[in-house]
């Protein structure tokens, strides 16, 4: 787009005309350049979700583990997405073809070189395929006193992957993993016994001052900096 600008200025002895000349060229040229960049701001919405064989993931808040790209823009930098601890995630865009991409060694899964292609218009869900190292399966909390015990079991998923510890945590808000917690008990692989069986953490909560807690199981594979986790839970201490 090219804009022409076609001026006629006299010269004049009146220093009073001279400067308003001067003035309306300067306030002719800033309208033309508000008008030049005056375009509509993104509308279109993308929600989504990390999932396994349709079961909702769960990692630490705010975890960047996707890349958005636009084909066909030169230069175009990638849209960092990330994620909430229930594995979803959103944001506003322009109308277009988008590819996604998952960072490798980000998350908790094994690595996949899958672009995953689609269109945005209007709006798009799109439900985007981690494979887990280990998942977590019939997590149970339960209160006796003033003691929670957790019992859960493990699905190991990558074969070529070993276990390094479970974790129960707690918080005092909905946010809980290694980042957002109140206290944590570990259990490293080395005092697992069978990790096909069930698994049973335990935390004494006497100290705690509010009427409830938020509870939720960390899983560490070795050598993957990140843990996966289930569901957060709140527990009700009164």
């Known amino acids: 787009m090219q804009i022409h600008f076609w001026l006629e200025i006299r010269f004049t002895k009146n220093k009073t ?27 279109s919405e993308l929600t989504g979700q990390l999932v396994f064989k349709g079961d909702p993931v769960g990692v630490r808040q705010g975890l960047n583990v996707m890349r958005l790209y636009e084909p066909g823009w030169e230069n175009f930098e990638p849209i960092g997405l990330n994620v909430k601890q229930d594995g979803s995630f959103s944001a506003t ?11 490798k060694g980000n998350g908790p899964w094994a690595d996949q070189a899958d672009t ?4 945005v218009k209007g709006s798009k869900t799109l ?13 149970k ?26 974790s129960l945590m ?14 944590e008990k570990r259990l490293p692989v080395g005092e697992i016994q069978d990790i ?15 009427d409830f807690v938020f509870a939720r199981i960390g899983v560490k594979t070795q050598g993957n900096p990140e843990l996966n986790f289930s569901k957060v839970q709140k527990i009700e201490l009164q």
């Open 17 to 43: 005309q001279m400067k308003t000349i001067i003035y309306s060229i300067f306030l002719l040229l800033i309208c033309a350049s508000c008008d030049y960049d005056n375009y509509d701001p993104p509308k």
């Open 93 to 103: 865009l322009f109308d277009g073809n988008y590819q996604l991409v998952l960072i």
């Open 116 to 119: 995953i292609n689609f269109q």
């Open 127 to 139: 439900d985007v395929q981690v494979q887990h190292f280990f998942m977590i399966r019939n997590e």
């Open 141 to 166: 909390f339960e209160l006796i006193d003033s003691t929670l015990r957790s019992s859960f079991n493990l699905e190991h998923i990558v074969g070529n992957t070993n276990l390094q510890y479970v």
């Open 170 to 183: 707690i918080g005092e808000t909905m946010l809980v993993d290694n980042q957002f917690k109140a206290r």
């Open 196 to 210: 096909s069986q069930s698994i049973n953490l335990e935390l004494d909560l006497s100290d705690v001052k509010q």
